[in-house]
C-alpha cells in the first residue's frame, strides 16, 4: 500500500525537503504542488533539487510513482465566460506537465473546473476541449480528474460528469482522484463504500482510479 500525505515544497530544498518530510513519519508516499497552489509563479525546475530527492528515494527503496503532484488551483478549464481565463488555464496546465514530468511524477491531480453559471454541459465540453488542447507527446504524466463536492458551480460533482470528461478526451491518459470528502459533500454514502466502488467500476472503471483523497 502506498500511503501518506500532502506535504510542503519550500525554499531552500524544494522538492528534496518533501521526500525528508515524507520519511520523517514513515509515509512511503506524498502529494505536493510545484509551486503556489492559488497562482503560477513557480521556481525554476532546475533550483527544485530533483536529483537530490531521487537519490534519497532510491536510499530507502521508493519509487518516483510514490509522488503525486496537484496542480494549481486557479486552472479552470470549465471557464467559457472569459477567454483569457480558459486560455491561461490550458498554458499553465501544460507548464505543470512538464513540471511533473521533471520530478518524475506519473500523476498529475487536476480540479476539473468550475462552469460559471455557463451549465454543467457546456463546462465539461470546455473542460474536454482544454484537455484535449493541454495533453500531447510533449509530456507523460497522467492528469487525474478529482471529483468534486459541487459546490457553486463546480463541474465533476458525480461519477457520470467525471466520466463525461473522460469520454471525450482524446488521449488514454486520463485517471481519476477520488476524494471521499468530495463525494460525501455531493451526496454519496460513505457508509456504503462497497456500493460506491461498485457504481464508480460500473460508470467509469476502477483501472481509471489512480489516487485517493483519503477523508
Not at 512511503?28 to 497552489?37: D, H, L, V
Not at 537519490?55 to 527503496?61: A, I, N, P, S, T
Not at 464508480?200 to 489512480?210: R, S
Request: proline share 3%.
Amino acid at each position: 500500500m502506498k500511503i501518506g500525505s500532502h506535504v510542503s515544497m519550500a525554499s531552500p530544498d524544494y522538492v528534496l525537503g518533501s521526500i525528508k518530510e515524507m520519511l520523517s513519519y514513515d509515509a512511503n508516499a506524498c502529494m505536493i504542488y510545484t509551486g503556489p497552489p492559488q497562482n503560477g509563479r513557480r521556481v525554476p525546475i532546475e533550483k527544485l533539487k530533483i536529483n537530490e530527492a531521487h537519490e534519497l528515494l532510491k536510499q530507502h527503496e521508493l519509487s518516483l510513482d510514490n509522488i503525486v503532484v496537484h496542480a494549481p488551483y486557479l486552472i479552470n478549464l470549465a471557464n467559457t465566460l472569459n477567454p483569457d481565463t480558459y486560455k491561461n488555464s490550458v498554458e499553465l496546465l501544460k507548464n505543470e506537465m512538464i513540471r511533473c514530468d521533471a520530478i518524475g511524477s506519473k500523476y498529475l491531480i487536476l480540479h476539473p473546473g468550475s462552469h460559471v453559471q455557463a451549465g454543467s454541459d457546456i463546462g465539461i465540453a470546455s473542460i474536454i476541449k482544454g484537455l484535449n488542447e493541454a495533453i500531447d507527446d510533449s509530456t507523460c504524466c497522467m492528469i487525474c480528474l478529482e471529483t468534486m463536492a459541487g459546490k457553486g458551480s463546480e463541474c465533476g460533482k458525480t461519477f457520470y460528469e467525471i466520466k463525461q470528461m473522460i469520454d471525450g478526451c482524446n488521449s488514454n491518459r486520463i485517471g481519476v482522484c477520488l476524494d471521499t470528502c468530495h463525494i460525501h459533500d455531493a451526496g454519496y454514502d460513505l457508509n456504503n463504500f462497497d456500493f460506491i466502488l461498485k457504481e464508480f467500476d460500473e460508470m467509469i472503471g476502477l483501472e481509471y482510479l489512480k489516487v485517493i483523497h483519503l477523508n
